[in-house]
């Protein structure tokens, strides 16, 4: 089954990526985030695409979710690992901790949510009851077991607008809401992926306590948990390529 790999903050490249080559996809949705890149990784043909850009200048809530995955649905990807960012809210998603959510609660607006909005010949509802791939998230888990990683294999993934961090009433009442962990990303992609039929599951990486839990959030502390993070989403993405 082909495999993609969507990259967030932290990850515009795939280490030990190797790149056979770099396709532009037009969608009729606009333009993706960038190429399309296909490539070997751990003995795997894998395509990779930073959902920020490979420059990193796409704010979340300008990412064209529906242009990225109607480009990798079109190319024949079956399966969707996305890699994220987030804050943990929760006293078990401290920053550095890995994590595999199982549900999301949305949180954003005025994002293009879905592909069935025009030209239609019946109203189309998607099961989004369990809104990650569980085959999928068990192989990220395995994965993850087989690193030697210490990880969450579950979680509640609040998704908010962006790109502004949450204010601490927002993630207080998110913690109410039952929101184990808060990014930006989860949605709308988590949904699309599930339009098109695509296998889709996250592996999130806390780096930052979310706010009003520990202080002022400092961006020089993200960037150094970020750098280490993503050694060990690496790890993960090493031991989980080679059993799909």
């Not at 990784?41 to 959902?51: I, Q, S, T």
């Not at 990486?205 to 690496?234: C, F, Q, T, Y």
Request: net charge negative; glycine share 10%; proline share 5%.
């Amino acid at each position: 089954m082909s495999v993609a790999i969507i990259g967030g903050t932290g990850l515009t490249s795939l280490e030990g990526l190797e790149i056979t080559r770099r396709e532009v996809v037009h969608t009729p949705y606009g333009e993706p985030s960038g190429p399309i890149t296909h490539g070997i990784l751990h003995g795997k043909e894998v395509m990779f695409l930073a959902r920020h850009g490979y420059g990193h200048t796409i704010p979340p809530h300008r990412v064209n979710y529906r242009a990225n995955l109607w480009a990798l649905n079109h190319l024949g990807v079956e399966r969707v690992i996305a890699v994220a960012a987030v804050g943990g809210i929760t006293e078990s998603m401290a920053p550095g901790t890995i994590a595999f959510p199982d549900q999301i609660i949305d949180y954003t607006w005025s994002r293009n949510h879905t592909f069935f909005e025009a030209d239609l010949t019946h109203v189309t509802h998607i099961d989004f009851t369990y809104p990650y791939d569980q085959d999928l998230r068990d192989k990220l888990i395995q994965a993850a077991r087989d690193a030697g990683l210490d990880f969450i294999d579950r979680g509640t993934y609040g998704a908010t607008q962006g790109p502004r961090l949450e204010t601490a009433a927002e993630i207080q009442r998110m913690r109410g809401d039952g929101c184990d962990m808060v990014g930006m990303t989860g949605m709308p992609e988590a949904a699309l992926a599930r339009e098109l039929d695509l296998a889709y599951a996250t592996c999130a990486v806390v780096v930052n306590w979310a706010p009003g839990l520990h202080g002022i959030v400092s961006m020089d502390d993200i960037n150094a948990v970020l750098e280490e993070g993503m050694k060990k989403v690496r790890q993960v993405l090493a031991h989980t390529v080679p059993l799909l």
